[in-house]
């Protein structure tokens, strides 16, 4: 893969993740609930259907045609890598067992003919949410950064990054807007991506905020 492919990676990457957060606006809701009231419950559905099938060409890419690598690690640096990358994968399969998935995946809203998006879902703060408020950004970053990297698998990185950064910032204002300051205390309270002893919630606490 030649140089020329790094502006059309990084072009690729610029236009999913437009699309991505464009789609998960309250305004690109409200425009398709205008439109396709009937159609809202698999919004969800149809919005993570998308968002798969827009990735999978990237992974196939980086995968099939990864191209020469800038840095391998090695040694003791691999040992830690690799212990980095399977705490996190860890941690996503733990994760998967605090989120509620039907309504993360949009199976709930669907089944239950919920005409918001599945965006009335009540304020909810799982284990994970105690200490980070984007715990499957934190761990996809950690399995980003921790592999062997080539230029096209840099350039996707850095992006993969900007978008977490970037996209956080969008979803939680959305989030402060559907829950106001109950969410607004919950984000001063707890880090956003890098767990900080003093910076998280106790249960009790949490509980607290969601009640």
Do not use: C
């Amino acid at each position: 893969m030649g140089i020329p492919s790094l502006p059309v990676l990084s072009t690729a990457w610029l236009g999913y993740g437009l699309l991505h957060s464009l789609l998960a606006s309250r305004r690109a809701k409200a425009w398709a609930a205008a439109r396709w009231p009937r159609l809202m419950p698999a919004y969800r559905l149809v919005y993570n259907g998308i968002a798969l099938a827009t990735l999978a060409p990237f992974l196939l890419w980086l995968v099939r045609d990864p191209g020469p690598f800038l840095w391998r690690w090695r040694g003791a640096a691999a040992w830690g890598a690799d212990g980095l990358a399977t705490a996190a994968v860890a941690v996503l399969l733990l994760a998967g067992t605090t989120y509620d998935l039907g309504a993360f995946l949009g199976w709930r809203a669907w089944r239950e003919g919920r005409q918001d998006g599945g965006d009335g879902e009540p304020f909810r703060i799982s284990r994970l949410h105690r200490f980070v408020r984007h715990p499957w950004y934190a761990v996809s970053l950690v399995l980003v950064w921790t592999r062997d990297m080539t230029a096209l698998r840099l350039v996707s990185a850095l992006w993969i990054t900007a978008y977490f950064g970037v996209g956080s910032r969008l979803e939680e204002r959305k989030l402060l807007a559907l829950y106001g300051e109950r969410y607004g205390k919950y984000r001063r309270r707890v880090a956003a991506f890098l767990p900080l002893p003093w910076k998280r919630l106790t249960p009790a606490e949490a509980r607290d905020l969601e009640a």
